[in-house]
């Protein structure tokens, strides 16, 4: 079992910045992570996912150059560094760990899941 806890969301002006911070408990060996957004009235959507050993990162198009998504085992803590936010940005985001250590932008493919931050990007 794995649990994961989201901290570090707000409200910010447009070309802020904000880091969120997913601590993940549990059996967490070989668990990649992945982080998601949903907007108001749409889908969950893949932001950004990072291997188990870190080595391998990937994101949706929208956030590349953007965000980063790094983590740091030691402290059983993933996060996402996020620059020049947007409004577009507004969502809850958050973050989910699979059972596998290659990243995957398939939400379908984590098996566990956090409650959520907000991030509200004011224009």
């Known amino acids: 079992q794995v649990q994961l806890i989201e901290s570090g969301g707000g409200l910010v002006q447009a070309g802020d910045s904000l880091r969120l911070s997913c601590v993940v408990s549990?059996?967490?060996?070989?668990?990649?992570v992945g982080w998601f957004r949903q907007a108001p009235g749409k889908e969950r959507a893949f932001v950004a996912a990072?291997?188990?050993?870190?080595?391998?990162?990937y994101y949706t198009d929208s956030v590349k150059g953007r965000f980063t998504i790094s983590r740091d085992n030691a402290a059983n803590t993933v996060y996402l560094q996020m620059t020049s936010l947007k409004p577009e940005d507004t969502a809850v985001y958050y973050c989910?760990?699979?059972?596998?250590?290659?990243?995957?932008?398939?939400?379908?493919?984590?098996?566990?899941w956090g409650q959520g931050t907000q991030v509200t990007v004011s224009s």
């Open positions: 549990g059996r967490t060996f070989g668990s990649s």
């Open positions: 989910a760990a699979r059972n596998g250590v290659s990243g995957t932008s398939d939400r379908r493919d984590y098996n566990y």
């Open positions: 990072i291997t188990w050993g870190g080595g391998n990162t």
